[in-house]
């Protein structure tokens, strides 16, 4: 999105809401998130179509997915997840960064607790870094062991239009 991201319906979260959120995202990613000293909001982005984020100090690091808070890839980048991870190789990459959904054979290693449908988190296998978030399509032990078919259905990846409101 060119220029500056324009928020609708913008609020300020109480105390209690940033700790219900917080225990909701590390259930999740494993990673402790929004303190009381952060200046939390929930805002829609104009023009989206009901897309909620939770902003930090104005940088969107979560957004809800049918109802469940789940980080973005800026979020990750921020608060450092442990758990729900699926990791590929180098030559995955350029596909993931893309938009693909990431498919099994270029899975290297991922958290063995990921159940089908749950929401994960895509980082190569170099530099731990996070390349997208996306919903497992078969259990973490099965990404690792199959050989074929998709693993994980791509939501938000850098570089897409999620990525472009917090920049």
């Known amino acids: 999105m060119p220029g500056e991201t324009k928020y609708k319906r913008r609020h300020l979260l109480r105390r209690?809401?940033?700790?219900?959120?917080?225990?909701?995202?590390?259930?999740?990613?494993?990673?402790?998130?929004?303190?009381?000293?952060?200046?939390?909001?929930?805002?829609?982005?104009?023009?989206e179509h009901?897309?909620?984020?939770?902003?930090?100090?104005?940088?969107?690091?979560?957004?809800?997915i049918d109802g469940v808070p789940t980080l973005t890839v800026r979020g990750l980048l921020k608060f450092k997840a442990t758990k729900a991870y699926v990791e590929v190789d180098m030559g995955a990459v350029p596909f993931v960064t893309k938009g693909a959904d990431v498919m099994c054979p270029g899975i290297v290693t991922a958290d063995p607790a990921i159940e089908v449908g749950g929401l994960v988190w895509v980082r190569d296998t170099k530099n731990k870094k996070p390349l997208a978030i996306g919903r497992a399509l078969v259990k973490g032990t099965e990404m690792v062991r199959t050989?074929?078919?998709?693993?994980?259905?791509?939501?938000?990846?850098?570089?897409d239009e999620l990525w472009q409101v917090g920049s």
Do not use: M, S
Request: hydrophobic residues 45%; proline residues 2%.
């Open 16 to 47: 209690k809401e940033i700790d219900e959120l917080a225990q909701r995202i590390t259930a999740t990613f494993g990673c402790e998130v929004l303190t009381g000293t952060d200046n939390v909001e929930v805002a829609e982005v104009a023009g």
């Open 50 to 64: 009901g897309q909620e984020f939770v902003l930090v100090d104005g940088v969107p690091v979560a957004i809800f």
């Open 147 to 159: 050989n074929k078919g998709k693993a994980v259905k791509t939501l938000h990846y850098v570089g």
